[in-house]
């Protein structure tokens, strides 16, 4: 049980597009989805953390009106990395929790390479 | 002061050795305490989670909590190449926020 899916695992795009990542929780219901940046060999950076219906929190630092979330169902977060640039690029991780389980469920995280 | 302390530097180990990773941390209020592997290019998967102090066990799995010193640390027995990966210790308190350490990577070696 407790399975988060993360789509799409690579993408490769051109500066000053937007990309939108998915994840999906499969088996049980989110009611908070996290969404991490991990640059290699670092840890993962909390970037933003939304609840169902409401409006992400977002972390200093990390720009909302580039780094759009959308929470809109219990089983559905979208990440759009807006006018990406290079320095966008990263592996980007949600992870997802539902009531009564402890011990968030990451997703495979997404590759995100800009060109 | 950063909550999670700089995990140790990576590791190599021969395959059968009994491999101790561990994390130091400050917040006195952390409550529950988790190990996540994390394989190359992929989302970090649970290995275990320990609430308060104490020890887990689970396989070859061993985590131990120790609060009063706070310390936490994953020990692997009969480690296998397959265990290869970094390992990042995490936790959290009051207000479910999760803190990460960096993460230290694995190499078990044939």
């Known amino acids: 049980g407790a399975v988060v899916s993360q789509h799409p695992s690579r993408v490769i795009c051109k500066s000053g597009t937007s990309v939108k990542i998915e994840c999906r929780s499969l088996d049980f219901q989110a009611t908070t989805m996290f969404w991490y940046r991990q640059f290699p060999k670092q840890s993962l950076m909390l970037m933003a953390t939304s609840n169902e219906g409401s409006k992400a929190t977002y972390e200093q630092g990390v720009e909302k009106d580039k780094f759009l979330i959308n929470h809109a169902s219990l089983t559905l977060s979208t990440l759009t990395v807006t006018s990406a640039h290079p320095e966008d690029s990263s592996f980007y991780i949600c992870s997802a929790a539902g009531q009564g389980y402890y011990g968030y469920t990451f997703g495979s995280g997404t590759r995100l390479t800009v060109v | 002061q950063k909550e999670v302390e700089k995990d140790p530097g990576p590791l190599s180990v021969p395959e059968g050795a009994i491999v101790s990773l561990n994390c130091t941390y400050s917040?006195?209020?952390?409550?529950?305490f988790m190990w996540y592997r994390q394989y190359s290019r992929k989302g970090p998967e649970l290995l275990m989670y320990t609430y308060s102090s104490g020890n887990k066990e689970d396989g070859r799995f061993t985590a131990q909590v120790d609060k009063s010193s706070k310390y936490i640390s994953l020990f692997i027995r009969d480690s296998q190449p397959s265990d290869s990966a970094t390992y990042l210790c995490?936790?959290?308190?009051?207000?479910?926020?999760?803190?990460f350490g960096t993460g230290t990577s694995l190499t078990v070696i044939p």
């Open positions: 995490a936790m959290s308190g009051p207000g479910n926020q999760f803190y």
């Open positions: 917040n006195s209020a952390f409550q529950y």
